[in-house]
């Protein structure tokens, strides 16, 4: 019997409406979809955002990435996710995983690949790209990334803030992803930087609970909650 294939579907940063043709199509067609979670009694966005592509008979399977910093724990969760799927794909049938943003942009569907094809080294992967959450951040702002032959920096924040001060040294536009409970500290950096009123923020983009604000001075009291699921552009001009 032939092995199954994987197909790794990103689904955007929440409009349903930006899932590429392509993703939508497998989704319609997919009898074993796998959607990622970060506990055991949370949602999942991922299928959310993709539930209106899905087959009514489709048979789903939660996977639990947890959110922990722990290597350990987290081979664990991506190697007995792994041998879930190949468990499907073994048996000759096609299963898709689902993911917010781009399934290759700092992604969990990065190390589950990896650890299915330890499990199961003749698995075939196929990956869909999906518009990543900085591109819809753009887009609602009206914030250019990139002109002529300017830098773009992608930094996923976290709490060494070292890599985001050397990134706002140089000029050119600086992706800051995952900001999450760095909000306030990230908002102290740009001001000190003198960077605040050249930046825009995005959290939720594209779904019921989006908040755009270009004005990040007005951030400055709000919860630390207010920066999960949210994205800072930032445009740095340096004289060189």
């Known amino acids: 019997m032939s092995i199954g294939k994987l197909y790794g579907i990103g689904v955007g940063p929440g ?32 299928l959310d955002i993709a539930q209106n592509y899905i087959r009514a008979d489709v048979e789903i399977t939660e996977l639990v990435f947890p959110m922990v910093s722990d290597r350990q724990k987290l ?17 000759g049938g096609d299963a898709c995983f689902i993911t917010i943003g781009d399934p290759l942009l700092y992604s969990t569907y990065i190390y589950l690949v990896r650890a299915l094809l330890e499990v199961e080294p003749s698995a075939e992967v196929e990956t869909i ?66 960077l605040i009123d050249d930046a825009v923020f995005v959290a939720y983009a594209g779904q019921e ?16 909650e207010t920066g999960y699921l949210s994205t800072i552009l930032v445009r740095v001009k340096r004289e060189e």
Do not use: H
């Open 129 to 194: 790209p999906g518009i990543n959450a900085f591109s819809a951040v753009a887009a609602l702002t009206s914030f250019p990334v990139g002109e002529g032959k300017e830098l773009i920096t992608i930094v996923p924040t976290a709490d060494d803030f070292g890599a985001v001060g050397d990134a706002l040294k140089k000029s050119g536009t600086v992706v800051l992803m995952k900001v999450g409970k760095r909000l306030g500290s990230l908002l102290g950096i740009l001001e000190k930087e003198k």
């Open 75 to 91: 081979e664990k969760s991506w190697r007995e996710s792994a041998l879930k799927i190949a468990e499907v794909l073994r048996k």
């Open 15 to 46: 409009d349903p409406e930006l899932i590429t043709v392509k993703g939508a199509k497998l989704l319609g067609n997919c009898r074993q979809l796998f959607v990622p979670k970060a506990k055991i009694k949370s949602e999942s966005l991922a």
């Open 209 to 224: 609970k989006e908040y755009i604000e270009t004005d990040l001075r007005k951030l400055k009291n709000e919860k630390p």
